[in-house]
Nanobody, 117 residues
Framework: QVQLVESGGGSVQPGGSLRLSCAASTSIFAFLVMNWYRQAPGKLREVVATVNPGSGTNYADSVKGRFTISRDNGRSTVYLQMDSLKPDDTAVYFC???????????WGQGTQVTVSS
């Protein structure tokens, strides 16, 4: 079982920055694909960024060049650095862990990010 706890959400003006963190309580963190998803009101949940066990990354086109995902296996934590934030980035952001061996998915509780002037 993997438990995920997000932190770092909040309100920021357009052009500002936020850093989300997701701490995982598991001994298998180094083997997990870690993802950040977001869900805006009235919209489907979408993947924002992915970091695999080898630290390879992938980003949604809408955030490329502005967001950076990283992981610290020693701390069992994944981060999402969000720069040049736009109102369209407003959403609840969810941390997700995917175990490629068992094909199990785990979700955090979500953290609200609001970008508004």
């Amino acid at each position: 079982q993997v438990q995920l706890v997000e932190s770092g959400g909040g309100s920021v003006q357009p052009g500002g920055s936020l850093r989300l963190s997701c701490a995982a309580s598991t001994s298998i963190f180094a083997f997990l694909v870690m993802n950040w998803y977001r869900q805006a009101p009235g919209k489907l949940r979408e993947v924002v960024a992915t970091v695999n066990p080898g630290s390879g990354t992938n980003y949604a086109d809408s955030v490329k060049g502005r967001f950076t995902i990283s992981r610290d296996n020693g701390r069992s934590t994944v981060y999402l650095q969000m720069d040049s934030l736009k109102p369209d980035d407003t959403a609840v952001y969810f941390c997700n862990a995917y175990d490629i061996r068992s094909r199990d998915n785990y979700w955090g509780q979500g953290t609200q990010v609001t970008v508004s002037s």
